[in-house]
């Protein structure tokens, strides 16, 4: 079966915790705004790749001027993002019309490989879901009923995006009602009982939330080139 890919980057950060005025998907990292290179990479990836691009409605302008970055300018659409990280996605989810591979991936990871992306698609096809983890390496405590308490690290795993699955799990999944519980797409998925299939993330795949994050971005860039 030939399956469509399509990329729903979901891109709502206001830059609350980067105390910036600027968004800090817009913010600049080697010369281009963040959200650029998450773009590029996708675009990277495959050739056949479409792109969803969800953001806030006051966001529009900051995207199409950074679009005017590309040549070529790949297969992109502008989605208006809704309340939470669950509405933004189900209304990108509403471009996906015929079977395909759908990777929903945070605007603030820049840094994700074609080689990640690549390797989401491939689980996909064979597991019906990929999500990408890395291991915990800092010792972690659970706080119970004002006592706590170590916790072996081993049983716990971080998880990053492109979270990515076969449109048949995923768009139904969608259509359940919101839950606050739903912290990610594979928390939304398992709820419709299928399980999810987990696989090896990259350690430079980091979210970029905090202004430490874009000088470890921006030398992890520079290391690559």
């Known amino acids: 079966m030939e399956y469509k890919k399509v ?36 675009a990277a990836a495959y050739a056949d790749m479409e792109i969803v691009l969800v953001l806030p409605e006051a966001h529009f302008s900051f995207a199409n001027q950074l679009l005017q970055e590309f040549d070529p300018l790949p297969a992109i659409t502008i989605v208006k993002g809704g309340e939470t990280r669950f509405h933004s996605v189900k209304n990108g989810l509403q471009l996906v019309d015929s079977p395909s591979v759908v990777f929903v991936h945070d605007g603030v990871r820049p840094l994700v490989s074609t080689a ?11 597991h019906g879901s990929a999500i990408p983890v890395v291991d915990m390496k800092d010792s972690i405590r659970e706080i119970r009923a004002g006592n706590n308490a170590a ?64 000088t470890i971005a921006e030398a992890l860039l520079k290391e690559r080139h």
Do not use: W
């Open 7 to 42: 990329a729903i980057i979901v891109a709502g950060g206001s830059g609350t915790r980067m105390q910036s005025a600027v968004p800090k998907q817009f913010l600049e990292l080697a010369g281009k705004p963040v959200l650029y290179h998450t773009i590029a990479a996708f």
């Open 116 to 126: 990640l992306i690549r390797a989401c698609y491939e689980a996909a096809l064979s």
């Open 151 to 214: 916790v072996d690290r081993d049983r716990f795993k971080i998880i990053q995006t492109p979270q990515t699955f076969l449109s048949h799990l995923i768009l139904p999944a969608f259509e359940l009602p919101y839950d606050p519980l739903f912290t990610d797409e594979a928390t939304v998925v398992e709820r419709l009982g299928h399980p999810v299939h987990l696989l090896p993330g990259e350690e430079s795949n980091i979210k970029i939330t905090k202004p430490l994050d874009l």
